[in-house]
């Protein structure tokens, strides 16, 4: 597979930050009460993501190793002020419903996570890539969520009605433990399925990343890694 495509791919299916690396839960457990905000959220994050996984690329050779977290935090938290004044401008009522998880993209796991073990590391093309992968990855788990959430909570997928009148909807789907029933729901479906999960560890090793780089044998790393000294 070209590496370029793989990128995407693997944010998407062998790496995806909900269902297979679980990062990011707290804006995927509170915004996904519908599949709008799933979408709006996760879109929002990829912005964020790729502009910050280019931005630090760019600069990865000039950031003091010593000062580089603090410097990715500012990177991203300007990133994020920006996004944030567009998405008031622009998309109001997006705006208000996700209110205070916009400023908190800031501090999302996956953002400095990918900025520390890839953008870091690779060239911006690569790492523009690897935020988009990821931040798709993010958009469909948040999406998935919130559309179970919706149509079990409020009978309606994207405000449109589907269930009859006669199914009466469950409404503790919509409230903060839904968020955690559906979660535990999709996870179960992945592990009867064999599907790669943090929570299914056999599977796990072999499509997600470990974090122990400095052991790994992964030789997809070991490519990505030259490519990204070039």
Known sequence: MNRYVERIYNGIVKENPTFVLMLGMCP????TTSAVNGVGMGLTTTAVLVCSNFVISLFRKVIPDRVRIPAYIVIVASLVTMVQLLLQGY???????????IPL??????ILGRAESYASKHGPILSALDGVGMGLGFTVG???IGIVRELLGSGKILGM??????????????LAPGAFFVLAGLTALQNHFKAP??????????????????????ALCRE??????K
């Open 105 to 110: 993209i800031v501090v999302n796991c996956i």
């Open 28 to 31: 995927t457990l509170a915004v």
């Open 161 to 174: 009605t589907v269930l009859p009148d006669a199914v009466e909807p469950i409404s503790i789907f919509v």
């Open 91 to 101: 998309l109001p009522d997006l705006y208000e419903t996700l209110g205070l998880y």
């Open 197 to 218: 999960s943090a929570t299914n560890k056999a599977e796990g090793k072999k499509s997600g990343c470990s974090g122990q780089c400095i052991s790994c044998q992964n």
């Open 224 to 229: 990505d890694k030259r490519e990204g000294d």
């Open 142 to 144: 948040l999406t998935s």
